[in-house]
């Protein structure tokens, strides 16, 4: 299930079926006229996103690294490309991959200012490129939790994608084991729900330490609105 | 001019509907069909406002203006698209746009729409990339936009229908659908993150649910008038909406990704009737 992308290697091979590109033949203008039959169907949408020129690969992301990057899969996006839940098997190997990738901030981590955490979770800009780049030298990305979850029962708009977080701190408290898998939750999420929608805000640079510090302030905060 | 295109085309259209693909309706009746099949759907129900407004659909002033550029004499060579194949012959277009995307030998590739409108503008036209004939493909303004509206105005109410007898058809389906699974970006989103179930809600917007026919024909019925854009929108800028919010590579138009997605997408709505051209929040 875990498979490493090797598909470059393989479609060498498949490419061998060369014959004259048509006049705006897309394949003839990347690498001759390839059999796509030939392929597999995941050969073929890896063989799409990554040598077809479909993208614009030359732009930078704002995490680091470039437009490309982003569509090279990584082990836990191989793995839970798959309609539904994953089986035990994989369920099992994907947990193992974020324990192994998860990294705690040093010191351990903390709760910031939940003012701070509101307005990242309101926030929806940031990381988007293309047509039209989301500048973080002008404005500060954000967490967008609001699109996917329910936080402070005030708060009227909200999306239902993920469970309310509505009162967590409230019945959670928030001693250091509350605060420590808050924070595993929020970095890299697969290591308690395989294959999961929610991004790994910490795993992939989305959020900053001091950022996802701020989130948790919002969720865990006794004085947030999120508990009251 | 909405008169016109209100009353005028439906009972042009009635006449030379093809059989196979099921009758043309109008857009509107289409919906409503949908909203009484499916009393519990949110998703289809989301906006009262949109549904009172879809007999108006701004959308129906750009059939008209893309009726016109259908027929003129346009472009280096001064020919009209009258000779352009979408699939079902030379200037056919009753049912052509819901049985796209598909294989064309002439160019021995699979192409959507947007793609094939595009080649016969260059190849039948003389228009080229530099063009804003071709080069602008949003907004009401656009050539395209208009052409795209009015030519899928002629397959409303037709059941989507892609072909998939040529292998490659079938290859390019099959890689779509491996396609709305692929995680990537940013925030490891695929498709399915927001189309994997019905009912559910980003921020105030509920999401239509890929697997759920009658509200993924609704999904995919572009063009639409886009409320919150103020402008008709096709399939091809829907999809690079969602590869933006996805934190994805920027996707670029004519290429195969959107080909593969769309072959995918319209399958996956298969047998249901097209809403042509739809309104949306």
């Known amino acids: ?228 | 001019m909405f008169k016109k295109a209100l009353l005028a085309l439906p009972v042009a259209m009635a006449v030379g509907a093809a059989a196979q693909a099921g009758e043309w309706q109008d857009p509107n009746d289409v919906l409503q069909n949908l909203l009484q099949n499916n009393p519990d759907s949110a998703y289809l129900h989301q906006s009262e406002m949109n549904i009172m407004m879809m007999p108006d659909n701004p959308a129906l002033w750009l059939v008209e203006e893309g009726e016109d550029l259908f027929y003129a004499q346009r472009g280096p060579n001064n020919v009209s698209l009258e000779g352009c194949d979408f699939g079902k012959g030379p200037g056919e277009l009753d049912g052509a746009y819901v049985e796209l995307p598909r294989y064309f030998e002439d160019t021995g590739k699979v192409m959507d729409f947007e793609m094939r409108l595009v080649h016969c503008m260059k190849e039948l036209q003389g228009f080229t990339s530099d063009d804003a004939a071709v080069g602008q493909r949003h907004g009401n303004g656009s050539d395209i936009m208009k052409l795209t509206t009015y030519i899928a105005h002629q397959s409303s109410g037709m059941a989507w229908n892609p072909p998939l007898d040529h292998p490659e058809e079938q290859a390019m389906r099959d890689a779509g659908e491996k396609l709305f699974f692929r995680r990537g970006g940013a925030m490891d989103f695929n498709c399915a993150s927001c189309h994997g179930d019905s009912g559910k809600q980003i921020r105030a917007s509920v999401l239509p649910e890929m697997r759920n026919g009658q509200e993924w024909t609704k999904a995919i019925s572009w063009p639409a008038h886009r409320a919150g854009h103020d402008n008709v929108r096709s399939q091809n800028h829907r999809i690079r909406g969602c590869v933006w919010q996805m934190r994805h590579a920027g996707i670029k138009h004519d290429t195969p990704v959107n080909t593969a997605l769309i072959s995918f997408w319209n399958d996956a709505a298969r047998g249901e009737p097209a809403i042509l051209p739809d309104l949306k929040r």
Not at chain 1, 49 to 75: C, I, K, N, P, W
Not at chain 1, 106 to 133: K, T
């Open chain 1, 1 to 228: 299930m875990l498979r490493n992308k090797t598909v470059g290697a393989g479609l060498a091979v498949l490419a061998s079926t060369v014959l004259i590109a048509g006049c705006d033949g897309w394949m003839g203008e990347t690498s001759g006229e390839v059999d796509i039959t030939a392929m597999s169907a995941d050969e073929l949408a890896d063989y799409l996103v990554l040598e077809t020129d479909s993208y614009r690969f030359e732009q930078e992301a704002q995490e680091g690294g470039s437009a490309r990057d982003r569509m090279v899969q990584d082990g836990i996006q191989a793995a839970c490309s798959i309609e539904g839940d994953p089986d035990s098997g994989t369920a099992g190997e994907v947990i193992a991959m974020a324990r192994e990738s998860y990294e705690a901030p040093p010191g351990g981590p903390r709760l910031g200012n939940w003012r701070r955490g509101a307005e990242l979770a309101r926030s929806g800009y940031g990381y988007r490129i293309g047509h039209r780049n989301d500048d973080h030298g002008t404005r500060e990305a954000g967490g967008n939790c609001y699109a996917c979850h329910q936080m402070d029962p005030a708060e009227e708009l909200y999306g239902t994608l993920g469970p309310s977080l509505a009162g967590y701190g409230a019945t959670r408290g928030n001693d250091s084991s509350v605060v420590n898998y808050v924070h595993q939750v929020v970095s890299n999420p697969h290591q308690y729900f395989p294959c999961t929608k929610m991004p790994r805000f910490g795993r992939n640079n989305f959020l900053s330490e001091e950022q996802i510090a701020h989130v948790m302030a919002y969720l865990l905060d006794p004085d947030s609105p999120v508990n009251q």
